[in-house]
């Protein structure tokens, strides 16, 4: 039976698939396809690895101290019970066999559709051998991880082929963390659909630079949705449509090739200059995670990049830091690949909703920090570990040998930090000088991105020679909601006001004193905001790269000086919906004016 699941719209358009339902602590587990001649091979995989494992359990066993409670070894009898039952093996083999899972997606998928038979027992005892059943899965995974690695895996940075003939998939999870999002760079899903999270929270941002449909803080999607079900995502409206009827696929089929055939129309305008209709030339820079990321910004018609996230170099590592040499190099690479346009590169944004991955050394202080958003994130732990800082600061200035770096500084909100980061800067340059190593002048920036620093942002100013504004976290913390928890997403709301007023405040503020100022945010991106920005004097503008030509085509069509004229009636407006309402009149009757001119 067809039915909808609500949840935020966060990556435009539509996918069409079906479920493969990943529990959180699994998606980090490889996913690919394998060929049919490799079929055989991988399921021998799995068994050498349930061979290791009842080894292990046996052993452990044998060895329990005679001491040792009773229940113990029951618990080892249920564990081997539960590895060599078919329906956890058997059942696994099957999943490869079909559907041509590597071994270790087979057994996840596996897994989720046990545990929910589980969650259903009437039982509690036998609803308790859940938790029985994922230790013995988390062990086979170990062995298999410990065992010959599958020499049929894609190589790092290659797309995984298509399984020819199969259906297209598309991953439900309770939550995929940032760090988890990257491996889906390279993966076979062509949507994403999670219980929690909000619009700007990272993993929603990770979805939409990769443009794939996204729908988040679905609540209870991961729950409701089976493993297999075939679901429409509507990432425009947030709606997911579970076992969709012959009518609505055929509707959402439709959208889908509409839906292409306007992105290759804007794709069009790559080349194009993004020029307003009274002449003010604007600036459309991309956003990237990775250094690789530099090619679909330079096919996509970016003049530079904006913010070049350098926290994502230091995830997936398993507690270790990238040294001096290995940013350096992937910095270099950005560099080069963008031809001589401005890098970007901000300093790590580690903590809040983007920590550094489980097994970190840092795990403790992130895990346990009673209010991440508000704790030590940002410049914040950069200050905190100042020879990770020092080294991070060395490798950025080194790439600006290769081509023009700038550097940016997230979330400072004191002074004091301004005074820190200029002093580790100095040191950084005189090492360098000392030991030999080439660097050039690099532009030095402000993220504007908390209350304190867009209200006292003259002296700021003073210290720094450009800003962005990173208008994610400025929404967060002006109106004091996480931009990752769904339950008050409802209230992240950026025609807010108090919002509007610091962004037209800010960017005021840094033209008048001849500073550059930029939009870095989501808001950047979002074609519902551009007319507005221009008028508020904004002419340069960072967002992922799949949102540059949406964007210059409304440049393109936007007369930045008439609409202005309308500015005052959007920032006096006293409420969220009357500012939008104000924005959309003075839209229309921009519009109407150019009606008059033309005539
Ligand atoms: C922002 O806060 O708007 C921003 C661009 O930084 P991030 O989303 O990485 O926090
Ligand atoms: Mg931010």
Redesign the pocket.
């Known amino acids: 039976m067809s039915f909808q699941v609500f949840g935020l719209p966060v990556s435009r358009g539509v996918a069409i698939g079906r479920a493969v339902l990943v529990a959180s602590s699994r998606v980090d587990v490889a996913h690919y396809f394998i060929d049919e001649d490799r079929v055989e091979p991988e399921i021998a995989r799995l068994r050498t690895a349930r061979d290791a494992v009842a080894s292990e359990l046996t052993a452990l066993q044998r060895d329990l101290p005679a001491e040792a409670p009773a229940e113990l070894s029951a618990l080892l009898d249920v564990h081997l019970m539960l590895l060599h039952d078919d329906a956890l093996t058997g059942a696994t083999k099957q999943w490869i066999h079909e559907r041509h899972y590597n071994a270790e997606w087979a057994l996840s998928a596996q897994l989720e559709v046990l545990a929910r038979q589980f969650d259903e027992m009437e039982d509690e005892y036998l609803r308790e051998r859940k938790a029985d059943l994922e230790q013995v899965v988390e062990r086979l995974l170990r062995a298999m991880a410990r065992g010959p690695a599958s020499s049929f895996a894609p190589a790092p940075g290659v797309a995984p082929r298509d399984f020819a003939g199969e259906d297209p998939l598309v991953l439900v999870a309770n939550d995929i963390a940032p760090a988890d999002m990257l491996q889906f760079k390279r993966s076979v899903f062509t949507g994403f659909i999670t219980d929690v999270g909000g619009k ?1 929270s ?1 993993t929603a ?1 990770v979805a939409r630079s990769m443009d794939i449909p996204a729908v988040v803080g679905a609540r209870e999607a991961s729950r409701i949705i089976r493993q297999d079900d075939w679901l429409v995502i509507d990432g425009d409206a947030g709606i997911v449509i579970v076992d969709p009827s012959a009518i609505v696929l055929e509707e959402y089929r439709f959208r889908q090739r509409q839906s292409t055939l306007g992105r290759e129309r804007l794709a069009r305008l790559r080349h194009t200059p993004a020029v307003t209709l009274d002449g003010e030339r604007v600036e459309l820079l991309a956003n990237i995670e990775m250094p690789s990321d530099a090619v679909a910004a330079l096919e996509a018609g970016a003049v530079g990049v904006g ?1 070049f ?1 350098s926290e994502f170099l230091f995830m997936n590592r398993n507690g270790e830091l990238p040294g001096e040499d290995e940013q350096f190099e992937a910095y270099r690479m950005a560099v080069e690949a963008m031809k001589g346009l401005p890098v970007t590169i901000r300093t790590v ?1 580690i903590g809040a909703d983007k920590p550094l991955d489980r097994m970190s050394a840092n795990e403790l202080r992130h895990e346990h920090a009673l209010n991440p958003a508000l704790g030590l994130r940002a410049i914040r732990w950069s200050l905190s570990e100042p020879g990770m800082f020092r080294q991070q600061l060395r490798a950025i200035l080194r790439a600006s040998a290769y081509g023009k770096v700038k550097l940016l500084i ?1 979330m400072v909100a004191h002074l004091s930090e301004v005074k820190a980061t200029l002093e580790a800067l100095a040191r950084a340059r005189q090492q360098l000088t000392e030991a030999g190593k080439a660097f050039t002048q690099v532009e030095i920036g402000a ?1 504007i ?1 908390v209350p304190a620093s867009a209200l006292m942002l003259p002296a700021f100013l003073r210290h720094f020679d450009f800003v962005s504004v ?5 929404i967060q913390y002006t109106l004091a909601i996480d931009r990752a928890d769904e339950a008050v997403a409802h209230l992240y709301d950026p025609w807010h006001p108090a919002v509007l007023g610091l962004l037209a405040r800010v960017i005021a503020q840094a033209r008048a004193a001849g500073k550059q100022v930029s939009v ?3 808001m950047a991106g979002d074609p519902e905001f551009t007319e507005l920005l221009l008028a508020m004097g904004l002419r340069s503008l960072s967002m992922h790269p799949s949102q540059i030509a949406a964007i210059k085509q409304r440049v393109l069509r936007t007369d930045a000086k008439r609409w202005s004229a309308h500015l005052e009636r959007v920032l006096t407006a006293d409420d969220p919906q009357l500012a939008a309402m104000a924005a959309a009149r003075a839209l229309s009757s921009a519009q109407r004016d150019d009606l008059v001119l033309d005539s």
Do not use: Q, S, W, Y
């Open positions: 700007t990272h941002i913010l996230r944004d997230p993220m991105e990173g208008t994610n976290d400025l870095c945010g989501e």
